[in-house]
DNA sequence: CTGAAAGCGCTTACAG
DNA sequence: CTGAAAGCGCTTACAG
């Protein structure tokens, strides 16, 4: 290991208090010790250790990011804005990524535990209720993000409107059997949408047609791939009466499906959930997340949380904002084409 | 803060030792103190804090992960192997993002003296030589993941032989006059793809043209975006004289690009880099990194460094692959719409 | 199989 | 402005 406050102090003919003092920004030293102190610990490449402070100090100035394996691209955007924001304030950001096939409570228990950080983001991870509950007895500062439970902070969309705002769309552009492509139902997100599409589906006047939600075999994060998005659009295409448009519950697995529409040259508008920086550019028309806004808004409240832990849990819900393309407006594109 | 291996001791009526002993599975304590031990712990969520084992064991048993901020799609796949591999030892894995407006160095240099982890993977972070060599200094693990410096164990694509192989395969077909959308030249994988790109050129017998060779305006992510593609080839497409081809620096680059063809309705084949997950669903023909095997390999070299730090430096070179898909084969595209 | 004690590298009142 | 000392929550020989 390399040299310890112990070092530069020696060198400096200080004690350890001194030096420990010009670290932690303290103004009670004279310029010319701090001077002095500063430059001997350059030469040395001096630091102090991170789990020395943390043990002392009794906080670890990390606040660590859950998210799961292969974070979805969804996450990296939230992501600029976690960071931008934290920049603002003296933490840094460690990402831990939770393993999707193993037990995600314990994993999630394993680094509160361990006491990684100060305050936790969990993203996208999707628990059930009874587990949210039981992670609540380390009394530890958790936002969730893109997930809700009433017992923690948290900063999410409102699925459920931006699934009824997108399928009522769809239904009132002269299109009467919407299908869906689904995901896995664990996720509360993907609940959610279920649901605002069949109320879309209802409110319009129309049965809800099970068979017209569809999603594919393709289990990885939550079913948000575009394999998955591949493989229920081919489900969808190949029924006896298809669908004549269709909402998707992830950019991600629209890509998925209009591969699956040209493989088989056969389309249908479609329009998809969160505006990822490649819809723009693959003319998706979706649900657009303000997935940066989202990340600045969890940064606040998870550092008002450290700061307080005894306040009111708050909920910050945003409305999604459709964003036209050309992937739901194919009648004009056929036209075009044939 | 919660439960201390003090109160567990004393709730169990042994001393901290035994509990110590329990958590880390020495096996010279009884099963039945064991047990005990281990069901209050349980009640109490106890495990110990990481920041007291790694001052007391004088490591962290943490592997950071370097990155820059907003990971490109590349480094999402590359995390897997890296993830896949470390869960066959007892490591956990926290990523640190670097931001990429402010110094590099100066981040890297912080998290290295703050010693946050026993080991540290370098993923895409471009540094010049002489910044290399100072952190060298530190005298810690550090394996490097797509970039190269002969002080330090190194992993990475022969982007030279990639960029080539591309290249040549543009020229075979019938193109003469080949442009490349280039990236920041601070990336090595950068410069080595223009090089061998030129290269390519030059062995068919032609003059390489500097104004084939463009980019975007948009310099995040060391360039490597959809809208630096889609500007790049939007320059290629108003030139007097446009190019037969191009060969895209990274798929991220070429989606953008593909938006700019379909934005003036006029398309060149085109060959990238990368493969990562959309390119097969929007086929894209591109040159494919091994990116889950990099990650694997990464991580055993780390560990190999970490147990013993003076074994000889290695660098390993995979070669990519050439995947034919669609965007290359645009002249048979183009019989069938027109 | 178990405990007492030293030590890891810091921070932080307290005293001067 | 500076230092001596206690303490943070663990691990690990050492002794029994």
Redesign the interface.
């Known amino acids: 290991?390399?040299a310890t406050i112990y070092d530069i102090a020696k060198e400096a003919g200080v004690s350890i208090a001194t030096v420990s003092r010009v670290f932690n920004n303290n103004k009670n030293v004279s310029d010319k010790t701090r001077q002095k102190i500063l430059s001997i610990a350059e030469v040395k490449?001096?630091?102090?250790?991170?789990?020395?402070q943390?043990?002392a100090r009794?906080n670890?100035n990390i606040i660590m990011a859950i998210v799961p394996?292969?974070?979805n691209?969804f996450f990296?955007?939230v992501?600029?804005g976690i960071?931008d924001k934290l920049?603002e304030y003296n933490y840094?950001?460690?990402?831990?990524?939770i393993?999707n096939n193993v037990d995600l409570l314990q994993q999630a228990?394993?680094v509160?535990?361990?006491?990684?950080g100060d305050g936790y983001l969990f993203i996208s991870i999707h628990l059930g209720e009874i587990f949210w509950e039981s992670l609540k007895?380390?009394?530890v500062p958790i936002i969730l993000m893109d997930e809700y439970d009433s017992g923690f902070d948290s900063v999410s969309v409102d699925s459920i409107e931006g699934a009824y705002t997108a399928t009522t769309y769809l239904i009132k552009h002269q299109n009467q059997r919407i299908a869906m492509l689904s995901a896995l139902p664990q996720a509360k997100p993907t609940r959610d949408r279920v649901h605002g599409y069949k109320r879309a589906i209802e409110d319009a006047g129309y049965l809800v047609d099970e068979d017209l939600i569809v999603r594919g075999e393709d289990t990885n994060r939550d079913g948000f791939?575009?394999k998955a998005g591949?493989q229920a659009m081919m489900k969808l295409i190949q029924m006896n009466n298809p669908p004549d448009a269709c909402f998707s519950a992830s950019d991600?697995q629209a890509?998925?499906a209009?591969?699956a529409m040209k493989d088989s040259n056969r389309y249908i508008p479609m329009i998809s959930f969160d505006d990822i920086?490649?819809s723009?550019?693959?003319?998706l028309s979706t649900m657009r997340q303000p997935m940066y806004e989202i990340g600045i808004l969890a940064v606040e409240k998870l550092i008002k949380r450290i700061n307080n832990p005894k306040a009111m849990i708050s909920h910050t819900v945003f409305s999604p904002e459709l964003i036209i393309r050309d992937s739901s407006e194919l009648n004009v594109r056929h036209q075009i084409i044939e």
């Open positions: 290991m390399s490449g001096y630091h102090p250790r991170a789990f020395a943390g043990l009794r670890t394996v292969i974070s691209y990296m955007e992501l600029a960071q920049s840094d950001l460690n990402i831990y990524n393993k228990e394993y509160l535990r361990k006491g990684m007895r380390y009394d791939t575009e591949h991600i890509v998925g209009l591969k920086q490649i723009e550019y693959l003319g």
